[in-house]
C-alpha cells in the first residue's frame, strides 16, 4: 500500500475516535442545545418556586387555632337567657346558656355546641341546625311544664321533646301532697344516709315505712335515673343503695311530688309550698328543670 492509502486510513480512525469521544462525553452539540432549549421552555412555566418543608419543619410548627367566637343572644322568642330545656320518655335534659347549646342524656356523652346566629322566627318557631345538633323550639308555652316554650330535638336518629322556659324559681301551692310529706322530718338521717351514698345531687321522688325503724326512698336525680335506698331513721345506718328502672321506681309513686333536702345541691325553677319546716327542705312538682 502506497503512503496516500495509509494517509486516509489514518484520518479515517481518527475521526471515529474523536466522535467516540464526544459522544462519551455528554452527546453532540445538537444534543445538549435540544435539553438546553427544553429546560428553557419548562423553567418558563414555573410562576413561583414551590417550597417543601422538611420533616423537622412539620413538626415543630406552631398549630394555629381559630378562635371560637361565641353568639350571646340576650333572648330568644321573647324567653331571656339562660334557657333550661327538659323532656321524658326517655329523659333528657339541656340549656342555651352562656353561648352553648348543650344536650345531657343518661349514659351518653353530653353534647354542647355553640349558639349560631339566631335563625329567623317564622310563625313564632326557630330551628337551630348545628353541628348534627337540631333544635326548634316554639312559642305557645308547654302544658306538661307550664313552660313558655316546647321543644324538639332531633339528635342521631333520636327524638327529643320537652318544654323549655327562663331559669326562674317559683313557688305554687303545694295543695294536697302525699301522705309520705309526714315521714320527712322523722327521716332526716335515713335521708341525709341515703343521699350522701349518692353520686352527686338527688331528689326523693318517694318515701315509705319498711322494716320497723327505717324507712325506704327512691331517689331521682337530674335526668330520670333512679335509685332504691333503705337506711334507720333513728341511726341513719344504711341498709341497701341499688339502681332500679324507671318501672321498678314506680311502684312506689305516690303522687307527683318530689323533696329536695336543703342545700343538697339540687335546683328546680318550681317550689311547692308545705307546712315542712324550710330548713328541712323542699317540695318540688315531679320533672321540673
Known amino acids: 500500500m502506497d503512503m496516500t ?10 475521526g471515529a475516535l474523536a466522535a467516540s469521544a464526544l459522544t462519551s462525553c455528554g452527546g453532540t452539540d445538537t444534543e445538549e442545545r435540544s435539553d438546553t432549549s427544553s429546560s428553557t421552555t419548562q423553567t418558563g412555566h414555573i410562576e413561583r418556586p414551590v417550597v417543601i418543608a422538611t420533616e423537622t419543619e412539620r ?9 371560637v367566637v361565641l353568639n350571646m343572644p340576650d333572648e330568644i ?10 323532656g321524658t320518655e326517655p329523659f333528657w335534659s339541656g340549656s342555651f346558656e352562656g353561648g352553648w347549646i348543650t344536650l345531657d342524656r ?6 354542647e355546641v355553640p349558639i349560631p346566629e339566631l335563625p329567623d322566627a317564622g310563625n313564632g318557631r326557630m330551628r337551630f341546625n348545628t353541628e348534627g345538633l337540631d333544635i326548634t323550639l316554639a312559642t305557645g ?23 323549655a322556659g327562663m331559669e326562674t324559681t317559683e313557688v305554687r301551692d303545694g295543695g294536697d301532697l302525699p301522705l309520705w310529706y309526714q315521714l320527712v322530718p322523722g327521716s332526716i338521717e335515713a335521708i341525709d344516709a341515703c343521699l350522701a351514698a349518692a353520686d352527686g345531687p338527688r331528689f326523693v321522688r318517694a318515701l315509705y315505712p319498711r322494716e320497723q325503724g327505717t ?11 333512679y335509685e332504691e335506698c333503705g337506711a334507720e331513721v333513728d341511726t341513719g345506718e344504711l341498709g341497701f343503695f341499688d339502681p332500679v328502672s324507671s318501672e321498678q321506681a314506680a311502684v312506689w309513686f305516690d303522687g307527683d311530688v318530689m323533696f329536695a333536702r336543703a342545700d343538697s345541691g339540687t335546683s328546680c325553677n318550681i317550689q311547692l309550698s308545705s307546712p315542712l319546716d324550710a330548713s328541712l327542705g323542699q317540695f318540688h312538682p315531679k320533672g321540673c328543670r
Do not use: Q, W
Open 106 to 111: 343518661p349514659g351518653l356523652p353530653l353534647i
Open 215 to 225: 324507712v325506704g326512698m327512691i331517689l331521682v336525680d337530674g335526668v330520670g335515673r
Open 5 to 14: 492509502g495509509i494517509r486516509h486510513i489514518s484520518k479515517f480512525i481518527v
Open 141 to 163: 308555652g308547654c302544658e306538661a311544664a307550664d313552660s313558655e316554650l316546647s321543644v324538639t330535638v332531633l339528635f342521631e336518629d333520636a327524638e327529643y321533646v320537652g318544654c
Open 59 to 67: 413538626v415543630t410548627a406552631p398549630i394555629i387555632e381559630e378562635p
Open 77 to 86: 322568642l321573647g324567653v331571656e337567657l339562660p334557657i333550661i330545656m327538659s
